[in-house]
């Protein structure tokens, strides 16, 4: 079966409803969407509706900004949140017009994501100064080893320079080079010398470019998940064949690899030794219930141009990162405080539009932004507090997504990366309050399991339970009640699922053989009566031969 026959019974079984999955035209218009995107010189903006303390229509005013990559870098090596090189739209005099406070929590003015480099951030500062304040964050260079580098003296060489630049240099060119027409993404090649790896830099740097995965003799035969069907069950693609599905598709929002079983295949899995997860996030408490246990909470992507994930929050209040490492993605992020209602849109979608994440960042982000523009003024308006802010991260940039923000993403070109859900310490409290009730049985051998090695934070659930008078599962026999009812119900609709499967396959099985048998006796007869006349050839033949 050809990669065409094979997209085209995984589109069915994602969306059977979607008849044309190219009747917008997306595949025309949206290069000159993404080519604006990636070479703007201000690809980080923000959309709020702040006081501006004049009385005026409830005291709101619109402050939208956006931020060049020259104050990102200074951002970066000054390291101390401020910038003077942003623009602001519809925002009154202040004597520090010229400077944006970037990404300080408690500040109306304050811009997000904050923009890091691995080479200059030691992990504690990071956990301290943003973590444990649900900042966004994107970190730059952790797949070219830039952590590495900061272990070496910080990452300055003899001479006093970053060793950072000549990456930060590669990271501009590969910006220049995306391109949605499947071509490679990643050079290893520069002024004709071969670009050889930094120490620490990650395998999948060069293995995951798009011709290398695609012909990689462990990953091109594996099967990986593109979608879902109407009953929650796994549509997969083997990957050489989305490979060419992703080069030559026309749809407006293709199909999307985002596996989290990889680790189970015992090929696939080696994309494990591909990347190293950052020092950042390397406390995962999760992990103590083990990989069979826990949820699912690291996915492979591999996305073409107008793919993307619509807006949501990541499931059990976990925290997430997402490491880029070819290609270019849109994201768009809204605080907690945002209303789920507010956030979806789903109000501003007209009858017969479509809400993908292509949809949601052309259309629906904008009416969104002249809602909240147009109805500021009263306190109980959903509106009254909108904000979000929205970036381009470009290969080499992982970025960090505090529990509770809303996100959404768009794959501006091909892109290949890797994204983790953790739990660390920091988001423990939240984590724990939705674990205990959305996994009753697993969050009873993670407090056991905390105990052995956490004893402060067993202790510290055990609190969290007591404060909020919380029963767990296993000290609650009507809960366990309930679970076996359920688990009950549930066999048996799997036990009359099975039976009706078997009794239409003996059904079409019994109908197939009796054709077989009427088309025999048919031809037995015929050949029969061709012999009367001394003839096996069919034909007409008289009643009394």
């Given amino acids: 079966m050809r990669w065409e026959e094979k997209a085209a019974k995984a589109k069915k079984g994602h969306r059977p409803s979607l ?23 201000h690809p980080y903006s923000s959309f709020k509706i702040i006081n501006d303390g004049s009385g005026e229509r409830g005291g709101k005013r619109v ?3 956006t931020m060049s990559l020259e104050c990102v870098r200074e951002a970066v090596r000054n390291n101390n949140g401020e910038c003077r090189n942003s623009r602001k739209k519809n925002s ?3 004597n520090n017009n010229n400077r944006n406070h970037y990404g300080r929590p408690g500040n109306e003015e304050a811009m997000y994501p904050v923009v890091l480099d691995a080479s200059e951030t030691p992990p504690k500062e990071f956990h301290e100064r943003y973590e444990a304040k649900c900042i966004p964050v994107v970190i730059r260079n952790v ?3 830039g952590t590495m580098a900061l272990s070496n003296s910080h990452g300055v060489d003899d001479d006093g320079s970053h060793q950072s630049n000549n990456r930060d240099d590669a990271m501009e060119e590969e910006k220049k080079e995306c391109d949605c027409t499947g071509g490679s993404i990643h050079q290893t090649y520069r002024n004709g010398q071969q670009q050889q790896p930094n120490e620490g830099e990650w395998p999948a740097v060069r293995r995951w470019a798009l011709d290398a995965i695609a012909t990689d003799p462990q990953l091109s035969e594996r099967p990986l998940k593109c979608g879902e069907d109407d009953d929650g069950y796994t549509i997969r693609m083997k990957l050489r064949h989305f490979m060419e599905y992703l080069r030559h598709n026309r749809d407006d929002s293709p199909l999307y690899i985002f596996d989290a079983t990889f680790d189970e295949d015992k090929h696939a899995k080696r994309i494990l030794e591909d990347y190293t997860v950052p020092q950042y996030f390397d406390e995962d408490l999760l992990g103590l219930v083990g990989e069979r246990r826990r949820p699912p909470h690291r996915w492979f992507l591999v996305g073409p141009c107008r793919s993307g994930t619509t807006v949501h929050i990541d499931p059990l209040a976990t925290s997430a990162w997402n490491t880029l490492v070819h290609g270019a993605k849109r994201w768009v992020l809204f605080p907690p405080h945002v209303p789920k209602s507010v956030v979806k849109g789903r109000k501003l979608i007209l009858p017969g539009e479509d809400d993908e994440a292509i949809h949601y960042f052309t ?8 809602r909240a523009a147009a109805a500021r003024g009263t306190e109980d308006d959903l509106y009254a507090n909108f904000e979000c802010y929205e970036f381009t991260q470009f290969a080499g940039e992982t970025v960090f997504v505090p529990h509770g923000w809303w996100h959404a993403v768009l794959n501006v070109t ?4 890797i994204t983790q859900n953790f739990c660390s310490r920091r988001n423990f409290d939240e984590v724990w309050a939705q674990t205990r009730s959305g996994r009753k049985k697993m969050s009873c051998s993670w407090l056991r399991r905390l105990g052995e090695r956490y004893p402060d934070l067993a202790r510290r659930a055990v609190e969290l339970n007591r404060r909020d008078g919380f029963i767990m599962w296993e000290d609650d026999p009507i809960e366990q009640g309930k679970w076996r009812r359920k688990k009950a119900e549930k066999e048996r609709k799997k036990k009359e699922k099975r039976e009706r499967k078997k009794k239409e396959e003996s059904k079409a099985k ?4 009796s054709k077989k048998e009427k088309w025999g ?14 003839d096996v050839v069919m034909r007409e033949v008289s009643p009394d031969c």
């Fill in 19 to 41: 008849k044309n999955w190219e009747r917008d035209g997306l595949a025309q218009t949206f290069p000159p969407y993404a080519e604006t995107l990636l070479t703007s010189t």
């Fill in 92 to 94: 009154s005099n202040s």
């Fill in 63 to 65: 402050l939208e900004r």
């Fill in 414 to 417: 091909h892109t290949v990366g």
């Fill in 363 to 370: 259309t629906i982000l904008p009416r969104m932004k002249r």
């Fill in 143 to 145: 797949p070219y080893g």
């Fill in 521 to 534: 006796e048919h031809r037995t007869t015929e050949r029969r009566e061709g012999e009367c006349d001394g």
């Fill in 510 to 513: 019994k109908k197939q053989s």
